[in-house]
């Protein structure tokens, strides 16, 4: 398809479980970013990558969240030892990386639950 | 860091007028965008604002003021469609770089 698409669209998942979110950009988008959004919150920027590497990890968390990026293109959120308060939808977005453009579309997002 | 307000929710007629204001306070500045949202879906892009003006698209128009850290998102002719969230982000310096993201404003249109 021609947009951003994640896997799983719905997780359900135990406290203290890891779990792997999927993203896969639009072909050719260089940037890549994660972002969670809250019952009732903004959305909250996590990590953004260009190419497989992230100069930019700011937002994530706490040392439980991780990200990794291959081959430029497919990336995947993990999250070990899921607490309640992980419990959001966290939703992936990708942009091309050129003087001129700046759009960043967003995938449909995976809704985690954390019982 | 990055503030971002806007008002949480709005309620607006079909066929009416409907402005929705987004402040700001960054420490650092390359465009305020905003994008629409509806339930259980991921956000669209709207517009992109990174010069002082309004930039108008069909409906829908987005106005800057850099020096007042002010937009707004005006909405013409308000269709039952046009019930979502509006979300407004400034995005950061550099040519690829984050959003940072209000709370967004619930739009009901009503009959």
């Known amino acids: 398809g021609a947009g951003v698409s994640q896997s799983p669209s719905n997780k359900v998942t135990e406290k203290g479980k890891d779990v792997e979110l999927r993203c896969d950009p639009i072909s050719g988008h260089t940037a890549l970013y994660w972002y969670r959004q809250s019952l009732g919150q903004g959305l909250e920027f996590l990590i953004y990558?260009?190419?497989?590497?992230?100069?930019?990890k700011s937002g994530l968390p706490s040392d439980r969240f991780s990200a990794e990026r291959t081959g430029g293109s497919v990336s995947t959120l993990t999250i070990q030892r899921t607490q309640q308060e992980d419990s959001a939808v966290y939703l992936c977005a990708s942009s091309l990386v050129v003087p001129g453009s700046y759009e960043q579309y967003f995938g449909p997002g995976t809704r985690l639950t954390v019982t | 860091g990055q503030n971002i307000d806007q008002p949480t929710e709005m309620t607006a007629t079909e066929g009416a007028i409907v402005q929705i204001n987004c402040t700001y306070q960054t420490s650092g500045f390359n465009g305020l965008f905003w994008y629409q949202q509806h339930a259980g879906e991921a956000p669209t892009f709207l517009s992109y604002?990174?010069?002082?003006g309004l930039e108008e698209k069909g409906r829908f128009s987005s106005f800057l003021s850099r020096s007042k850290g002010y937009s707004y998102l005006l909405l013409k002719e308000l269709q039952m469609k046009d019930s979502a969230s509006y979300l407004c982000a400034v995005k950061g310096t550099g040519t690829a770089s984050k959003l940072t993201f209000g709370t967004g404003t619930r739009l009901q249109v009503t009959l």
């Open positions: 990558f260009q190419g497989n590497s992230a100069p930019d």
């Open positions: 604002n990174v010069l002082d």
